[in-house]
């Protein structure tokens, strides 16, 4: 499967983004997803995962409440909403595709992710 990630951009704090992560090649509906990111000089981090069946998720603690993975798997789309954003979500956002049996899985460690998309760099100003 390749994934193409686009949404990333120039914003103030507080603002929104809305990433994408479209997936070709074969449908995104027998594999969990994630979103990672990585900061300049900084180790890559787990930011959002969804499971396969849409209905399980999880967050890193410092985005919780401010930021929605979804996935729309008509049109073979992960999404993440961004709001009220901070400067130290400034990083270059990557989506991942792993695929899994169990339809409430949610990988949070970018180990166990397959599939990587290239980065899109959201840059937040403060």
């Known amino acids: 499967v390749q994934l193409q990630a686009s949404g990333g951009g120039l914003v103030q704090a507080g603002g929104s983004l809305r990433l994408s992560c479209a997936a070709s090649g074969r449908t995104l509906s027998t594999y969990g997803m994630g979103w990672f990111r990585q900061a300049p000089g900084k180790e890559r981090e787990f930011v959002a995962a969804v499971s396969r069946s849409g209905i399980n998720m999880d967050y890193r603690d410092s985005v919780k409440g401010r930021f929605i993975i979804s996935r729309d798997d008509a049109k073979n789309t992960l999404y993440l909403q961004m709001n009220s954003l901070k400067a130290e979500d400034t990083a270059v956002y990557s989506c991942?595709?792993?695929?899994?049996?169990?339809?409430?899985?949610?990988?949070?460690?970018?180990?166990?992710?397959?599939?990587w998309g290239q980065g899109t760099l959201v840059t937040v100003s403060s």
């Open positions: 991942a595709a792993v695929y899994v049996r169990i339809t409430s899985w949610v990988r949070t460690r970018d180990v166990d992710y397959s599939y």
